[in-house]
């Protein structure tokens, strides 16, 4: 089992059936690790864009780790109406995109520290 593939393991234990996409990305691309039955054509639809907003966040990482002196950066979040996007900017350009069903409720600590782990 590659680390990819625990990682989803894990996350479905913690989310279930919400689990919509878990990707990992750098500089030049992404690797989608998973993707839900019926989601795979509006991800199509917007895997580009989503990628190039993640690098461009992970640009900002140690601004906001500055801004807010907190400490490290783990992750950031963005709730709509049907989906809770999570993202984990493990370098400039380099980390973990995560989305559950908005619905679903996780325990946000442990689902985040598996994720963060993962990288």
């Known amino acids: 089992m590659t680390r990819g593939d625990e990682l989803v393991a894990e996350l ?7 689990l919509r996409v878990v990707a990992e ?6 690797e989608i690790r998973y993707v839900r039955e019926g989601v795979g054509a ?3 639809n917007r ?9 461009l966040e992970g ?6 780790e500055d ?11 963005h709730r709509f109406d ?11 350009y380099e980390g973990l995109f995560v989305s559950v ?13 598996t994720c963060w782990r993962s990288l």
């Open 67 to 77: 801004l807010f002196d907190a400490g490290e950066l783990h992750c950031s979040m």
């Open 59 to 64: 640009i900002s990482r140690e601004h906001l």
């Open 42 to 44: 509006r991800l199509d």
């Open 47 to 55: 895997a580009e864009a989503i990628h190039r907003n993640l690098v």
């Open 101 to 113: 069903d908005s619905d679903v409720d996780i325990p946000l600590a442990s689902f985040t520290d």
């Open 82 to 92: 049907e989906v809770t996007a999570f993202h984990f900017a493990e370098r400039e």
């Open 25 to 30: 990305y750098d500089r030049e691309g992404y």
């Open 12 to 18: 479905q234990q913690q989310a279930g059936d919400a």
